[in-house]
């Protein structure tokens, strides 16, 4: 067991953690329609916005005529870039400094650029849209980024996005660890499109000499889409509020932090009102889109509430960028890697995209080696292929690297992949510790159990219908984020213990896991805990899924655990109060129970509170406190391995396994089962453990199988972005993920709990069964067409 | 959706002059012209809709001696779940079950299916972005383009309004084109019968050869002995919603002395595989002559590097549908 700051991290007996089927609070508004999302939201006497995109990859604005829309009955105004409205506006959801809210330059296609029309409907705006005249200069695009590794390509990004200033040693790690650096002191400098991060770690001569041989490889990583089924949108208007200086902003839909948006307008908190607590599916994608931080804008320049919805093609946002990397390492004939040489072409996206998915390079596994001897060289090219909002799948997903190069020694040597896997990882303390990591060890040990594990070479294989049987097997590390910080209140009043969060309810059903946490640590139920959504609340959900659930609901703990202290100091208190009140009498109270005790002495459990010695002395918490008690907590949870050491140190573990039949003449691949086999630590709520496993293996499937953002490339225009061509797998396409959770209590978090999302996302491991099947590599998307084009390529057909 | 004037047609007449009196087109079930109108495809934005749902009587489906007749709005899910057509016909049963998604054929129709305008993602791009020859326009953007999808047997030809001859690669996607066309099915409209090999065409924001206000009927269907001995399988990347990349109806007469098969997804028209009847025609399949069958069907095939594994289908779902038939 994982030795725990903070209160209970060594707590035995559970009596609502880890409890089965505890309900969705919010499953109710969920399963009937009652649930409102942004696109729901409509206001009296609003008007309707929409915001002019582009056609191009690459384009300037010069001018708009815009005669004609104005002529349109019910068109109300059309609002360009140059309006002193979008001037000096903060970016969300980071912050930075303030600038142009709206530009006439886009740089992808899609791109949201240079005017606003509102109208008095949807449609007139559509209308007005179409009625405008645009002056348009195309620009040079990169769209292919293997093309625009050419430095002597003329650039693409303006001056205004000069990265010299992006040069220095790298942020460091609570640990000293060091960590992210967009470019290293000694980099090449930047030219045309093209930038260049190196970083070199251990003694890579020392560790080629080590080598009896090496080992190249590619691994492609194609960038899919992050895309949100619920259309992004926000309604808003301006009050005047007598009670509070200054006009209130009241915006509706747009689900997210009240402080983003509120700091995106320069207002205090409280001038915010936010309706909307609903935001539907997506993957760790933080980012507001204009379509929810437009309307305030809109709204004060024209005197009306504002309605901006974004159509599901206008949500086809970048999730994972494009990667390309070459692999190299030093094997020695036992299977043991001495060097690490990867040289990664990325994609860098439009200007302003996340650079987590660019520069992130400590997540991606090499550090779970033995082998200290890695260098990593990043080519980053400026491309016009999407932008990226804030997401985070760069980690796991790019972890793949040391699957395939993992596969292919265990290949050479005609031996198990576990095998290989086993002997290359190091011990939970170190590189250099030798030892076995217990959490992996279980892990495959389950994992080889359930799957009947029996390794065959590539190709060797069939199934009695005549089709190729591949299999594969990864492993990663649980993940838990501790870099942010959270902040959690509970109060207690009327006998009932309130946890009031902002939400926003995602797909983690984050609240139930903290409510349940709560319950456990006052001796509550988990209906006990009165859960108000209110905007106003600090605490929120968004926390990054599981990972972010672990760290927060440490917070969580730290909070009930003071909650209960008070409110036991209440009741001691209580004690030596002898008369009640009412009105101008005044009455002799019943001595009580619990007097001549001290708070120590006390504890709750099942709704009661008790003398820990006696524990037949028990009184209702209504009863035994009727004051009034908050607590609050915040602040950082616990240093994290996965955090601070990315892979150095490695306490939870998961492993993934996969089976397919391949159909050789048509390329057809059926995932015949996918496993996952996790040390989560501690189970909080398996409900949302288990949605959060089926979600992340779903977005892997279906990157692998079928999922790819497909551009024109003599115009850079997005050719599928719409439900239909984009392709994400339906529930008949994909196997149901057998799971297989254990709690060793190894990780960092609340009861020595882990998260599970972000590790289990990945890029190859459907992609080496296919390989196992076939004895070929397709680069993912492994849809037909590509696998009939591979197969012909490998001479299989 | 921009605005436009909605009309509910009494008649097939009255909508007819409606449609040809230009700036209007033509709705049933909506699965076409819906999405297309939100995503603003079209050069000249329709001033109105006209209903044809609201025309009683055109969903019928009926047994009239030896023919099976189907009203032009009888939906999908109708054909798919009727006794008349699962004994008479049942690979359209089949077809029409298995098209796009259970929701959606509740609402679309057989009439709209096979005048349903081409799926090319450049033809469909929002915001007409792409002036492509299917819309009047000057070039096809597919042939340079990203053409994974369209047509292994090359290009059609056809003249704009204006007579100038313009070429498009994009396929013919109709879930029962290929099974109308083996079931040598006729197509009655408001002037015409047309038969089975002459209905589909390529023009300007067109897929069948309906001049512009002539609507479709009802499609008769002979049954005839190659209905009951036939087989029908599409091909798609996804197992629901999805168009079929190749789709495949093959019918043989009691006798085998003529086989019929003809392929969607691979031309701009549905495809007759003449060659593969050839050589099926009088015998009985084997193992040996399903694989020359599935060749031959492929046979004449010009693709791009992009959508070469189209060849590799035609010749693998032919003959593993022949072998079924053994």
Redesign the interface.
Known sequence: MADLLGANGTREKFRVVGKPNIPGLTSYALATGVAKFGADYIAPDMLFAKILRS?YAHARVLNVDFSEALKIPGVVDVIFWTDPIFKGIAPNPIGGAAGDYLRNEAHHEGAEVAAVVVAE????C??AL?ALKVDWEQLPFIVDIEKGSDPALPAIRGPEYDESGTYGPPMTTADGIAWMATHYPDDPRKQGNVGWSTKTEGDMEAGWKAADFTLEYDVNLHDVVSLLPNPQASVAWWTENAYKSGETLRIEGAVGRRGAVATMYGLPNDNVIQEGVFQGGKYCDWGLRMAQEITPLLSKKLGRPVRCCN?R?ENFDMCVNERRAHVKLGVTNEGLITAVDDSSLIDHGAPNSSEMTVYDRDWNGYYTLKCENITQLYTVVDSNRGFMHTCGQFVPYSWDMITVGLYLIAEKFGKDPTEIARLNLHGPDSQRDLNLVPSFEKCLEEGKKEMNWNWHAAGTKRLPDGRLHGASFRYQMCPRHAFLSYFTKLEYRGGVVHFPTQGPVAGWFGTECFTMIAAEELGLNFEDIVVDYDYRAEHTDEAGGSDGVTGHGWIVKECANLLKKRILEAVIADTLVTTSRFGPMEFPKAPSPFAGYSAEDLDLMNGCVIVKAKPEISVPLAQACTATVTADYGGNSPKSAWATQFGRKLDTMNTSWCEVAVDI???EVEILKYLVVADVGKVIRRTSLESQIDQVVFFSQGAQL?EEY?L????G?K??ANM??Y?R??T??VPLVSKDILETRAGDGAYGASGISHNLANSHLIITAIHNATGVWVDPPA???R???AL?KGGK? | MRPFNHINANSLDTASELVKSGGAVAIAGGGDLLPALKDNIFPEYPKIVVNLKSIPGLDYITLDGDTLKIGALATLADIARSPLVQANAPILARAAGSASSPSLRETTTIGGNVCQLPRCWYFRKLNNRFDCSRKGGGQCFAIMGDNRYHSVFGGAGFNTDAGEKRTCIAVNQSELAPVLNVLTAKFVTTGRVIGNLDFFGVGVLTTTVLNRGELLKEIQIPLTDFAKNSRYKRFAFRKSIDFPVINLAIAVNSDRSQYHICLGGVAPTPYIALKAEELLNGKTITPELAEAAGIAAAEGAKPFEANAYKVQLIKTLVKRELLTMT
């Open positions: 056609p409907s949807e449609g007139l559509d209308e179409n159509t093609e003449e048509t390329g079928l497909i024109d490339p003599a115009t225009v050719l599928n239909l061509d392709r797998p339906t008949l396409d849809t037909p067409d696998m009939i084009a012909a057909l």
